[in-house]
């Protein structure tokens, strides 16, 4: 009898028991890549489902003018981000086994212009659990009061 909640099976009366529940699946760096590549191609493609999919809770995502302790709450500025995006043109990535960080230039159709961009990204079991977005403010501080919720 085992003490945890595996299921065992004794063979022959060996004594010989093994585990019928499927180990977790190990991050790697391709599940990485994986989860966070397919978060940003539907994010920047405005597909709000989709890239719920890719993130986990708890969820935390920070930027300089917004944070969200909640994947719905990140996500419902989606649709108003997207509208001013005329590409995106991915710079460099990086991926770890549990965490990513992808450098790109956002073009926006805004008085912005183009913006250098670096997203760091942490998982937990194939799941976004937290974003930190970086980039330089400067060009957006006469928008600031659109961007603020």
Known sequence: MTTDNAMTT????AGEHLSTRPDPIPDTPERTR???RGYHEARFRGDATAAAAYLGEPFRFQSPF???????GHLATLP????????VD???????????TLVYDVHTATPAGTQRTAEHFRLDGGVITSIMLLFDTAPWQPMREWIEP
């Open 10 to 13: 004794d063979r022959d009366g």
């Open 34 to 36: 994986h989860a966070v």
């Open 66 to 72: 917004i944070t969200s302790d909640d994947r719905t």
């Open 80 to 87: 108003e981000f997207v509208s001013i995006v005329t590409g």
């Open 90 to 100: 991915l710079i460099s990535e990086l991926y770890g086994e549990a965490e990513a």
